[in-house]
Protein backbone atom coordinates (compact mmCIF):
# COMPACT_ATOMS: atom_id res chain seq x y z
CA UNK A 1 0.00 0.00 0.00
CA UNK A 2 1.65 3.30 -0.95
CA UNK A 3 1.17 5.86 1.75
CA UNK A 4 2.60 9.32 1.72
CA UNK A 5 3.07 10.53 5.30
CA UNK A 6 3.71 13.79 6.36
CA UNK A 7 4.94 15.56 10.32
CA UNK A 8 6.60 18.54 11.59
CA UNK A 9 3.11 21.02 11.33
CA UNK A 10 1.80 22.84 14.41
CA UNK A 11 1.57 26.58 16.22
CA UNK A 12 4.46 28.58 15.53
CA UNK A 13 4.16 32.61 16.07
CA UNK A 14 4.88 34.49 13.54
CA UNK A 15 8.18 35.11 11.89
CA UNK A 16 9.04 31.66 13.21
CA UNK A 17 10.34 28.33 11.33
CA UNK A 18 8.86 24.87 11.23
CA UNK A 19 9.88 21.70 9.45
CA UNK A 20 7.90 19.33 7.41
CA UNK A 21 8.68 16.20 6.60
CA UNK A 22 7.08 13.51 4.35
CA UNK A 23 7.58 9.83 4.37
CA UNK A 24 6.76 7.36 1.56
CA UNK A 25 6.21 3.93 2.03
CA UNK A 26 4.57 1.24 -0.41
CA UNK A 27 7.02 1.96 -2.99
CA UNK A 28 10.34 4.09 -4.34
CA UNK A 29 9.27 7.48 -5.09
CA UNK A 30 12.92 8.55 -6.12
CA UNK A 31 12.24 9.14 -9.87
CA UNK A 32 9.46 11.12 -9.01
CA UNK A 33 9.02 14.65 -8.51
CA UNK A 34 7.94 15.18 -5.12
CA UNK A 35 5.51 18.66 -4.32
CA UNK A 36 4.00 20.59 -1.34
CA UNK A 37 0.79 22.03 -1.45
CA UNK A 38 -1.24 23.61 0.90
CA UNK A 39 -4.99 24.87 1.43
CA UNK A 40 -6.47 27.14 3.84
CA UNK A 41 -10.08 27.40 5.57
CA UNK A 42 -12.51 28.10 2.79
CA UNK A 43 -9.74 28.05 0.15
CA UNK A 44 -8.61 25.72 -2.65
CA UNK A 45 -5.72 24.07 -2.70
CA UNK A 46 -2.62 25.63 -3.96
CA UNK A 47 0.96 24.85 -5.17
CA UNK A 48 3.58 25.62 -2.39
CA UNK A 49 7.11 23.97 -3.49
CA UNK A 50 8.06 21.00 -5.72
CA UNK A 51 11.49 19.50 -6.72
CA UNK A 52 12.70 16.86 -9.25
CA UNK A 53 13.87 13.18 -8.34
CA UNK A 54 17.91 14.46 -8.69
CA UNK A 55 16.98 17.85 -6.21
CA UNK A 56 18.72 19.56 -9.42
CA UNK A 57 15.66 21.63 -10.03
CA UNK A 58 13.06 23.29 -7.58
CA UNK A 59 9.75 25.22 -8.34
CA UNK A 60 8.11 27.37 -5.53
CA UNK A 61 5.17 29.62 -5.78
CA UNK A 62 5.73 33.38 -5.77
CA UNK A 63 4.13 33.44 -1.54
CA UNK A 64 6.63 31.26 -0.53
CA UNK A 65 10.07 32.53 -2.63
CA UNK A 66 12.97 33.20 -0.33
CA UNK A 67 11.28 31.65 2.93
CA UNK A 68 10.36 28.33 2.04
CA UNK A 69 12.88 25.54 0.80
CA UNK A 70 11.93 21.81 -0.43
CA UNK A 71 14.49 18.78 -0.12
CA UNK A 72 14.65 15.55 -0.30
CA UNK A 73 16.20 12.30 1.12
CA UNK A 74 15.66 9.51 -1.54
CA UNK A 75 17.69 7.18 0.62
CA UNK A 76 14.96 7.48 2.89
CA UNK A 77 12.02 8.30 0.87
CA UNK A 78 11.47 11.54 2.80
CA UNK A 79 10.54 14.90 1.54
CA UNK A 80 11.01 18.16 3.11
CA UNK A 81 9.90 21.67 3.47
CA UNK A 82 11.74 24.06 5.71
CA UNK A 83 9.71 26.97 6.42
CA UNK A 84 11.29 30.31 7.75
CA UNK A 85 9.66 33.76 8.39
CA UNK A 86 6.21 32.43 8.41
CA UNK A 87 3.11 34.71 8.73
CA UNK A 88 -0.22 34.33 9.28
CA UNK A 89 -1.22 33.75 5.77
CA UNK A 90 0.58 30.80 5.93
CA UNK A 91 -1.74 28.87 7.89
CA UNK A 92 -3.75 25.89 6.46
CA UNK A 93 -3.18 22.14 5.85
CA UNK A 94 -0.15 21.22 4.07
CA UNK A 95 0.26 17.83 1.63
CA UNK A 96 3.09 16.83 0.41
CA UNK A 97 2.81 14.72 -3.13
CA UNK A 98 4.28 12.93 -5.81
CA UNK A 99 4.17 12.73 -9.47
CA UNK A 100 5.84 11.62 -12.60
CA UNK A 101 5.84 14.87 -13.80
CA UNK A 102 9.16 17.21 -14.07
CA UNK A 103 8.33 20.21 -11.28
CA UNK A 104 4.55 19.92 -11.76
CA UNK A 105 2.76 22.34 -10.22
CA UNK A 106 -0.75 21.31 -11.03
CA UNK A 107 -3.04 19.18 -8.83
CA UNK A 108 -3.86 16.85 -11.27
CA UNK A 109 -0.69 16.23 -12.34
CA UNK A 110 -0.34 14.49 -8.85
CA UNK A 111 -1.30 11.00 -8.15
CA UNK A 112 -0.31 10.33 -4.76
CA UNK A 113 -1.04 12.41 -1.37
CA UNK A 114 -0.42 12.40 2.08
CA UNK A 115 -3.43 13.27 4.95
CA UNK A 116 -1.99 16.11 5.56
CA UNK A 117 -0.51 17.80 8.72
CA UNK A 118 -2.30 21.31 10.23
CA UNK A 119 0.19 24.41 10.18
CA UNK A 120 -1.04 27.72 12.10
CA UNK A 121 1.16 30.56 12.14
CA UNK A 122 0.00 33.30 15.24
CA UNK A 123 0.25 36.62 14.67
Known amino acids: QVQLVESGGGLVQAGGSLRLSCAAS????????MGWFRQAPGKEREFVAA????????RYADPVKGRFTISRDNAKNTVYLQMNSLKPEDTAVYYC????????????????WGQGTQVTVSS
Open 51 to 58: ISWSSSNT
Open 97 to 112: AASRLLLAGALPEYAY
Open 26 to 33: GRTFSSDT
